[in-house]
Nanobody
Framework: QVQLVESGGGLVQAGGSLRLSCAAS????????MGWFRQAPGKEREFVAV????????SYADSVKGRFTISKDNAKNTVYLQMNSLRPEDTAVYYC??????????????????WGQGTLVTVSS
C-alpha cells in the first residue's frame, strides 16, 4: 500500500506559480498511477492531472491544461504538480492520489485507492 504526504501549498497572487510535491512511501509507487485532485469550498472534489506508472503518460483537466504540469521522480518516490499562471478559481485543497490502474481524464474520486491529507492553495486576485 502507498502512503502519500503532500507539501508546497500556500498563498500566491493571481498570475503566480507554486509547485506541489507528493512524497510516497510503500513498495507500489513505481507501479501506481499518480495524480492530483482538488476541492474548492462548497464544491465536489475534481480531477486535475494524472501521470501513468510506467511510460509517464499524462492527462489534464481542461481547466488547467497548458498551465499545470505533472511529473514524477521514481528515484525519490515523489510526484510534482507545477502550477503556473494561477487564477483565483484555482483556490482549493489539493489532494495527491494513487491507483494501480491508469484512467486518464476519466479518473474520478471514487476510483482513487489512496489519498494524501491535502494541501491548501489560495490564489488572491
Amino acid at each position: 500500500q502507498v502512503q502519500l504526504v503532500e507539501s508546497g501549498g500556500g498563498l500566491v497572487q493571481a498570475g503566480g506559480s507554486l509547485r506541489l510535491s507528493c512524497a510516497a512511501s510503500g513498495r507500489t509507487f513505481s507501479s501506481s498511477a499518480m495524480g492530483w485532485f482538488r476541492q474548492a469550498p462548497g464544491k465536489e472534489r475534481e480531477f486535475v492531472a494524472v501521470i501513468s506508472a510506467v511510460r509517464g503518460v499524462t492527462s489534464y483537466a481542461d481547466s488547467v491544461k497548458g498551465r499545470f504540469t505533472i511529473s514524477k521522480d521514481n528515484a525519490k518516490n515523489t510526484v510534482y504538480l507545477q502550477m503556473n499562471s494561477l487564477r483565483p478559481e484555482d483556490t482549493a485543497v489539493y489532494y495527491c492520489a494513487a491507483h494501480s490502474a491508469y484512467y486518464g481524464r476519466s479518473w474520478s474520486p471514487a476510483l482513487v485507492e489512496v489519498w494524501g491529507q491535502g494541501t491548501l492553495v489560495t490564489v488572491s486576485s
